[in-house]
């Protein structure tokens, strides 16, 4: 089945500062990818996605890339903010979605005032 | 508010009791998926319902089951409960069989003791 690795585990930058966090999936037969950012004491609240077949997708301060061939997605988020800090986590689905979503272990981002 | 209902927040129970999670997803979402939330295990699919009918299973142990209802809300049984078996247990919902964006719940903690 899928695998997803995401890195790193803790990401701490100062307010203002960009953040990047990575994940890297196994199956080549996925393609969507979600970025999902979960406070504490809620779901997980969808913030970005990109399928297989666009290599970047912005939407404000938040970015995704994807690298097909190397099997690895990145999210950026550029000018942090107090309110960015939560912990963030990539997915994978494949194929036809009806199966789950295969989830990365999560980023707690931390925003250094 | 994403939408998604969950109940109970908050469920304490002893080790071999059985409990019920409900979830109601948002109007119009056929689709429902649970997801167990655990420190070790992460965010791992359980199963995915799409208009009363199983679609997927995924890493769900023969001790849990799952149904959804012709008004489309969803439960999840625990039974033999596990003090492994604490945890935080989300559903989300989609409106079609294969979908991408999921809205999740705000989720429920179990705690067996």
């Known amino acids: 089945g899928e695998n997803v690795e995401q890195h790193p585990s803790t990401l701490s930058v100062q307010e203002g500062d960009s953040a990047v966090i990575k994940c890297t999936y196994s199956?080549?037969?996925?393609?969507?990818f979600p970025w999902y950012k979960q406070e504490l004491g809620k779901g997980p609240q969808l913030i970005i996605d990109i399928r297989s077949n666009v290599g970047e997708k912005k939407d404000q301060r938040i970015a995704v890339t994807l690298n097909k061939t190397a099997k690895h997605f990145s999210l950026h988020i550029t000018e942090t903010q107090p309110e960015d800090s939560a912990v963030y986590f990539c997915?994978?689905?494949?194929?036809?979605?009806?199966?789950?979503?295969?989830f990365g272990k999560g980023t707690h981002l931390i925003i250094q005032p | 508010d994403s939408g998604v209902t969950q109940t109970p927040k908050h469920l304490i129970t002893a080790t071999g009791q059985r409990v019920t999670l409900r979830c109601s997803p948002r109007s119009g979402d056929l689709s429902v998926y649970w997801y167990q939330q655990s420190l070790d295990q992460g965010l791992q699919f359980l199963i995915h319902?799409?208009?009363?009918?199983?679609?997927a299973k995924g890493n769900i142990l023969e001790r849990f089951s799952a149904q959804q209802f012709p008004d489309l809300h969803s439960e999840l049984n625990l039974s033999s409960l596990e003090l492994g078996d604490s945890a935080l247990y989300f559903c989300?919902?989609?409106?079609?069989?294969?979908?991408?964006?999921?809205?999740f719940g705000s989720g429920t903690r179990l705690t067996v003791v």
């Open positions: 319902y799409y208009n009363g009918e199983e679609r």
């Open positions: 199956d080549s037969a996925s393609n969507y």
């Open positions: 997915a994978a689905l494949r194929g036809g979605g009806a199966d789950g979503l295969t």
């Open positions: 989300a919902s989609s409106v079609a069989e294969y979908d991408y964006g999921y809205t």
